[in-house]
């Protein structure tokens, strides 16, 4: 329910829109004074009053009722207490019955939101700076699929372009069947590191890589065969990481996908008089919108990464129809879809303003927690695996006994990764340190997980009550009351704004609110039998909302920890 909407609804203010007054409802600094206030100070000159008689006379219109239970006027403030039983009471029932759809909703039905996320380049490593992307992208899917969007997720694979001709080239001259096939995107990266070595001393190389991109692209039977077989093997090497983050594509229609599906972008361009040349190139000129200039086409002919997302955007918009198709790259690339988008724009597409950057900032490694040489990628596999690997050294020095360490490990080692990714706003840059991610009493994934075990254990030993009557609450069962009860919204404004990183605070919030009922009021050991069963209940309403939650990020609770 939102109270904030039901009590902006009762007071009427001459002249004032129910909007403003709602907007203008806050929480007052302290509980005792009311849980929602109304500061009186604005209406001051419309009503030519002092704010003091306007909350006085205001007080004197607004009854109590099964919600409100209390109004008070207090120096130009409208206070309100809400009725906490019957809060208290709708927010665990709404929990308890809707179960791991507690927080969905059906609002998207009928829409297709396309998420482009992970996207990685073909034979280049997957590294560190992709795990934004892939996890930003991986909660943005299921969030949207949990209001009842249909998600589209989709791998805009980077495997087009003249380094897939390098690679043949080198492969043929260094290459061995079996290192390859053992070694997957390590070893194809290490041809290609090679190649751009080589060739510095021998330019006749580049000419033979162009030659050989040129075949691809006219069908030649082997040139194929060998980038089918580079795109396999990184595909099939990567499909590890994305299942330990629970990563999934509804496509992979890559860049190279579109190799035949620009030609009518490019004539549609030419026919509304977009194109104009420069220096060669076939561009569309962005100058009156402060950018520079588009290019579409090559001084050669051939076509650009801008190219290739124009014919995917339109693809796209003809496949799925989409409501909005976001893009989650890195800032970096914020001239580019800035560009693109405007050339669509331009060419009239009415459904341009659906395409979203959805820009993020970068992730570095502390440094000297891993070789971070210049140059030396940091391999994302790598780092996931060192989470786990100091996951389990802590759990076994915190817990010798505990059952299925190497299980636990994971969830935690994993899921430290993603929500130490997850946690601050998308668009600032992150410093990754393995102690930060892994500290348990930090606002951290491990943190909430331990909180969940704790919870659990406490319904394990206690069990889960059939029903529950409320008994006189404590401010620590209201506050915790309070925090779960926002999930619905938090997971809605997640999605409005791109930012799984709500969902993430929520869950420690949460887990910070339990921690404080947990040592501040006894459950098992209640004071009568009718409040151990509503702690109980709390707890399990607690725990629910926590896994629906990590549920969202992607990330698994131990039962045990
Ligand atoms: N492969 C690109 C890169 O690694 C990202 C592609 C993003 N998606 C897109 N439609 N441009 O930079």
Redesign the pocket.
Known sequence: MDYKKYISEKIKVEGVSSEEIYESIALPPNLEMGDYALPCFKFAKVLRKSPVMIAESLKATIATDEVISEVSAVNGYLNFKINKNGFVRATLDKILSQKDAFGSSNEGEGKTVCI?YS???IAKPFHIGHLSTTVLGGALYRIFNFLGYKAVGIN?L?DYGTQFGKLISAYKRWGDKDTIEKGGIRALNELYVRFHKEAEEHPEYEDEARAYFKKIEQGDKECLALFHWFKDLTLKDVQKIYEMLDIRFDSYAGESFYSDKMQPVVDELKEKGLLTESRGAQVVDLEAYGMTPCIILKSDGSSLYATR?MA?ATYRKNTYDFYKCL?V?AYQ?NLHFKQFFKVLELMGKDWAKDLVHVAYGMVSLEEGTMSTRKGNVVFLEDVINKCIEKAYTILNEKNPDLENKEDVAKKVGVGAVIFGALYNSKIKDIVFSYDKVLNFDGETSVYVQYTCARANSVLQKGGVPDSYEIPALTSEEIELVKAISVFPETVRSAAEKYEPSYIARFAVDVAQKFNKFYFDCKILAAEDEKTKNFRLALTNATMQALKNAFALLGIGIPDKM
Request: hydrophobic content about 25%; charged content about 20%.
């Open positions: 482009d996207s990685i380049n805009h980077g997302d995917a893009y790259v690339q």
